[in-house]
Structure formats: structure tokens, C-alpha cells
């Protein structure tokens, strides 16, 4: 969220990881001492042995949609320049969104208002078919539409 121009508190950091990569990446989240939580086809949950290493989620990209998110992902500098990593595009942290709020209600306000302001903060330069698209995979267009509407001319 905060590479799209959105900075709020949060619990967790997300990572979109390929599906096969995943064993390795478990074997080294549990080499430095993060419990795993839950695991699914679709999603592992890690938290830290301390607080201050706190949760980690990583999404199993193994469907066309979140393949082609690593696919179109930049590097972004990261804590001041020091390091250089590669980020989904903002139209994908709102594909992403838009899928969360569908699949777990309890998200769904949280999820819109991040999305609301995802599009706010990069609205001149999204590409509007791809979030149309996203919005359509889970019949949601007027909720977009909604969406466009409130954010008018930004």
C-alpha cells in the first residue's frame, strides 16, 4: 500500500510469492524462527517469535491473474533508498483488494476505503481496463462505478 501512495497502520506485511517457490520460502520463515500459522493452497500466514518481527503473508501466485501481477511488478526503493524491491502496480494491490473484500466480508470496508485511496493517489496514471477487469471477475462493477463517481475529476 505505501509504494501506491497509501500509508496506514497496519499488522502485517504481504508478499506475492510463487506457488512453487513457497517451500523455500517456508523453510527459511521457519529457519529464522516464525511459527506458521495457516497454510492453504492459496495463502501461508507466518508470525514472528517477537513482536517486532511481527506477521508475514505471502500469496501463493499460481492463477493466470496473480502470475501475470509478478509478471508486471517494478523495483521500488524501500526504508530510505537502502533497498530496491520488486512491488505489484497499483492496479494490482487493487485487483488484490477486490478479491480479499469478496472472499472475507469482515474486509470488505477496510478493502474499499484502501482501494478508494489507491485510486486517489495514482488516479491520472492507472490503467482503468485492468482495475474494470478485476472489478468484473467478481461482478462488482458498480461498486467502481461508485467508486469513479465519488473520486469525480481528482
Same mark, same amino acid.
Given at each position: $500500500?505505501?509504494? &501506491? ?17 513457497? #517451500? ?16 492453504? *493452497? ?5 508470525? @514472528?517469535? $517477537?513482536? +517486532?518481527? @511481527? ?17 508486471? &511488478? ?5 526504508? @530510505? ?9 497499483? +492496479? ?12 472475507? #466480508? ?9 482501494? +478508494?485511496?489507491?485510486?486517489? &493517489? ?5 490503467? $482503468?481496463?485492468?482495475?474494470? *477487469? ?6 462488482? +462493477? ?6 469513479? *463517481? ?5
Amino acid at each position: $500500500m505505501h509504494t &501506491a501512495g497509501v500509508t496506514r497502520t497496519t499488522e502485517d506485511i504481504d508478499f506475492l510469492v510463487l506457488k512453487e517457490d513457497m #517451500p523455500k520460502v517456508k523453510k527459511i520463515m521457519l529457519s529464522y524462527g516464525y511459527e506458521l500459522l495457516y497454510e492453504s *493452497e492459496d495463502v501461508s500466514n507466518f508470525l @514472528g517469535g $517477537m513482536d +517486532e518481527l @511481527g506477521k508475514i503473508d505471502f500469496l501463493h501466485a499460481h492463477r493466470k491473474y496473480a502470475k501475470s501481477m509478478l509478471q508486471r &511488478a517494478e523495483k521500488k526503493e524501500i526504508i @530510505g533508498g537502502k533497498f530496491k524491491i520488486k512491488v505489484v502496480k497499483a +492496479e494490482d494491490i487493487i485487483g488484490l483488494k477486490v478479491q480479499s473484500s469478496s472472499n472475507d #466480508p469482515a474486509r470488505y470496508h477496510q478493502d474499499m476505503a484502501d482501494i +478508494e485511496g489507491v485510486m486517489r &493517489a495514482n488516479y491520472k496514471n492507472l490503467d $482503468m481496463h485492468l482495475i474494470k *477487469e478485476y472489478f468484473a471477475l467478481f461482478n462488482r +462493477e458498480k461498486e467502481l462505478n461508485e467508486i469513479l *463517481e465519488k473520486l469525480g475529476n481528482v
